[in-house]
Structures are given as structure tokens and as C-alpha cells.
């Protein structure tokens, strides 16, 4: 459905559930991808699940929150790779899962730093990076808690919330220079992270949360990383120049009613 060859860019939190997959749609599509993770091995194993695409995934273990590396990084990859053209930041964290009384300083900072500081670090590289290259498009991904709280979900919520506001100021900024820049919003996504999530809501009942939150989707299931992935790639395509600044739910219609 979507034409990335000769294109090149950035995915973060690539080892594993929305970035792997979005990775794998890229390369599938013609895309150079710098997969960008903490660990090797799980970035090796995206990389090695592209192989035979059009495209490739070059794994790239990177401390998104770390802004040096990320400037070298973006640095780099403009050098050797090519233009940077399209970035998806991804990564992110679950959170403590604490009431806004409990929650410590510490617990606060580690969710802001790799939910919200990372974006807001990788994008101040690469909107550069692709002015130069005469435009591009930033897909941010932020959540279903952007829109709204939830209890015991604070941090989380307050991270996602920063991504869209983000999102908006970002691409209003930066109109006129031929960037899109546009926020995803999954709900409930069936991905490692949030099987994580889950047992620390209920560790005697780990499929709690689920069944709550199959009830109340309409859809009455989780979405899938694929699924994500096509809307990232959609936005990132620049199929429509003039979607900009969105920020949207991507949810089974939980929103909706």
C-alpha cells in the first residue's frame, strides 16, 4: 500500500511489539530503517524478520534519552545512511502504576524521560535533518491516555499527554517547512508491554485487566501491533500533505461512546 524506497528513517523501540512491526511494514515497503533499542538481541531478531524485503532495518542500540547519542545517531545516519525522511517515536515505558499520592519522584522522572523526554529529544534532531532534506513526516505515538486519566495510571497519563501537546506545538512550527507531524493513539494493543502492564495491576489475575477492557471496547478485543503499524505508516507516507497536528485514537470505537 505504501511506496518507501529510496526512504530513510527512524524507529524507536523497535525490538518488540508496535516499533517491530511498524519496522517490518517500513522495510517491507522499500524503506532504509535505523531501528533504534536498548538491546541487541532483540533488535537483531527484527532486523533478521526483514530480511527479503525491499527495504532493510539497520538495529542501532541507542539510549533515546540520552541527547548526545541521539544527536550523533541522527548525525551518522544523515552521513552514511541517507536523508532522514520519517521517524516514529515509540519507545516507551508502562509506568509504576501507583496512585498520584504513592508515586515517587523517581518513579515520575523515569516514565517522563523515556515516554515523554525521548520524543521531544529525538524530534529537536531530527526536524533539522529533515528540513534539510527538503520535508518528511514525524509519527509521535501517544496513547488512549492522552485524551483522558486514569486511576493509578498518572504517570502515564501526564507522559502521553506532554506527547500530544507535543505533537500539536510541533507541527505548527514546523508547517511550512513540508513536515507532517501527526500522533497515534493506541488503546489497548496485544504487545509484551502491555502483558506487563497487566500483571502489575492484578499479579493474582493477570487477565483482569484484560477482560475489563474487552467489556468496554465496542469491538470487544485488543488491536494489534499490525494494526498500529499501518496507521504509523499511512501517516508517515505523506499520502495527505495537509494532515498535520492530529492526534488520533486508534481503539476499537472506545472513545467513541
Given at each position: ?6 526512504r530513510?528513517g527512524i524507529?524507536?523501540g523497535?525490538?518488540?511489539g ?9 522495510a517491507?515497503?522499500?524503506?532504509t ?5 536498548r ?8 532486523a ?23 544527536r550523533s545517531?541522527i548525525?551518522?545516519?544523515e552521513?552514511n545512511?541517507?536523508a ?24 515520575l ?11 521531544f ?5 531530527a ?9 518528511g ?5 501517544g496513547?488512549l ?8 495510571r498518572?504517570d502515564?497519563a501526564?507522559a ?5 501537546a507535543?505533537?500539536?506545538t510541533?507541527a505548527?512550527?514546523?508547517a ?9 493513539c ?6 509484551p ?8 495491576v492484578?499479579?493474582?489475575d ?7 477492557y474487552e467489556?468496554g ?9 499490525e ?7 499511512f501517516?508517515?507516507s ?8 492530529a492526534a488520533?485514537?486508534l ?7
Open positions: 500500500m505504501y511506496d518507501f524506497h529510496g530513510t524507529v524507536t523497535a525490538g518488540s508496535i516499533g517491530r512491526a511498524t519496522a517490518l511494514l517500513l517491507r515497503s522499500g524503506a530503517v535505523l531501528g533504534v533499542g538491546k541487541s538481541g532483540p533488535l537483531e531478531q527484527t533478521a524478520l526483514a530480511h527479503g524485503s525491499d527495504g532493510k532495518i539497520l538495529p542501532s542500540i541507542v539510549d533515546v534519552t540520552d541527547e548526545e547519542k541521539v545517531m548525525a551518522e545516519a552521513k545512511i541517507g532522514i525522511s520519517f521517524q516514529f517515536n515509540n519507545a516507551g515505558i508502562g509506568g509504576a502504576h501507583k496512585t498520584i499520592v504513592d508515586l515517587s519522584l523517581r518513579e522522572d523515569e516514565i517522563m524521560n523515556v515516554s515523554f523526554r525521548a520524543v529529544i529525538g524530534m529537536k534532531y526536524l533539522p535533518a529533515m528540513k534539510r532534506a527538503g520535508g513526516a514525524v509519527v509521535n505515538c496513547s491516555l492522552s485524551f483522558k486519566g486514569a486511576v493509578r498518572g502515564y501526564m502521553k499527554h506532554a506527547v500530544m507535543l505533537t500539536k510541533a505548527g512550527e514546523h511550512k517547512d513540508n513536515i507532517q507531524i501527526n500522533c497515534v493506541p488503546g489497548p494493543i496485544d504487545t508491554l502491555q502483558h506487563q502492564s497487566e500483571v502489575l492484578n499479579p493474582k493477570p487477565t483482569y485487566e484484560r477482560r475489563r467489556v471496547i465496542p469491538m470487544g478485543r485488543y488491536g494489534t501491533p494494526e498500529v503499524a499501518e496507521v504509523v505508516a501517516l508517515l505523506g499520502s495527505v500533505p495537509y494532515l498535520s497536528g488520533i485514537p481503539d476499537g470505537s472506545f472513545l467513541a461512546v
